[in-house]
């Protein structure tokens, strides 16, 4: 919805501001911001009581070699809403 969040998650996991997504910095990343797989998506649901932001989604994001070694505490969250 509002910009790369696999590039977001690689900036975000070195430290630096994923606002910089069109940096050098994040050029450098863009390899490795495919590594980044989506886990688990929520969507907002006024039924169940769930809204993200204004109808968002929550993203749920993990590094493929974080996955392969089950460190689930290094998935990064990410919330977009229109």
């Not at 769930?50 to 070694?69: C, E, K, Q």
Request: hydrophobic content about 45%; glycine content about 6%.
């Amino acid at each position: 919805m509002q910009g790369n969040m696999q590039t977001e998650c690689a900036l975000v996991s070195k430290g630096l501001d994923p606002s910089a997504w069109n940096s050098k910095a994040a050029e450098r990343l863009k390899s490795d911001a495919a590594n980044w797989l989506l886990l688990l998506q929520i969507a907002s649901d006024d039924r169940a009581g769930m809204m993200w932001g204004d109808v968002g989604n929550l993203y749920v994001w993990i590094h493929r070699d974080a996955l392969r070694a089950r460190r689930f505490e290094e998935a990064r969250v990410i919330m977009q809403c229109y």
